[in-house]
């Protein structure tokens, strides 16, 4: 018992899952506690039941792919965008380009939708391009830290093998870096999928879990409230959980 407080124990599989077994018992515990008087801060466990319920008979299943749909096209435009700026940065040329688009992610989020809603009038392309824009920022500035982070025995070790500059960009930061591309993707996709629910709630004509919060805010309905932020939990830990074992699938021998 006395390891599980000791910093540093390395613990067993078994060990890891009883402690966190332990900590979501006590959890549901003082859930069921606080909320039990008349007056309480949190919604009880069968207002929760009942808001997931009231959610699945409102279409929660359609809200949910909405909200992936938009997620996993924002994430695929701005990997692809951020990669091109992140790739073009050893280019003398084209490097001060690449870092002043990192700078952007100082900008704050609502003065950025105000000028796209400015240009773009359709809900959808206006959300999608609203998520890229933000997350590409995020994302070159990773992508670009991952580049700055290789180790120069890894160049000096492709000029030694007569690689040109262009073979160098593809062997050592293309090629050799697609495991740490991956693991940036799946870090930024948590960042995503929170600010997902922020930019459906401001534009929500296409509907999504963004929207059925602000409905049920609207309502001060709390109890739907906690079950979309259970659900939004779950579903989020579950693309961390999808990406991370596709990233271990393909790279198998990755560091990371």
Known sequence: MIKIFTPFEKLSKSHKTFILLGWLFLLI????????????????????LTGFTDLYNEGLVVHIFNSLQLCFISIFLATVIS???????????????????????FLPFTGLSFYITM???EARTMQVWILVI???????TSLIAVIK?????EFDHAKTLKC????????????????????VIRQNLAITWMMLVTVESI?????GLGFLIKNSDKFMNTGRIIALQIIILLIGLGLD?????????????SKI
């Open 149 to 153: 982070d290789i180790p120069q025995e």
């Open 241 to 253: 959980a999808g990406i991370n074992f596709l990233r271990k699938t393909i790279f198998r021998y």
């Open 134 to 140: 933000f997350l590409t920022t995020f994302l070159t």
């Open 83 to 105: 990669l091109m700026f992140a790739y073009t940065w050893p280019i003398p040329a084209l490097k001060s380009i690449s870092e002043f688009v990192t700078k952007f992610r």
């Open 164 to 183: 040109s500059r262009l073979e160098v960009l593809w062997q050592v930061i293309i090629l050799g870096r697609l495991d740490y591309v991956m693991d």
């Open 203 to 207: 534009v929500v004509a296409s509907g």
């Open 119 to 121: 240009v773009i009038h």
């Open 29 to 48: 515990v003082i859930w069921f506690v606080g909320t039990s008087g008349t007056k309480h801060l949190f919604p009880s466990p069968s207002q929760v």
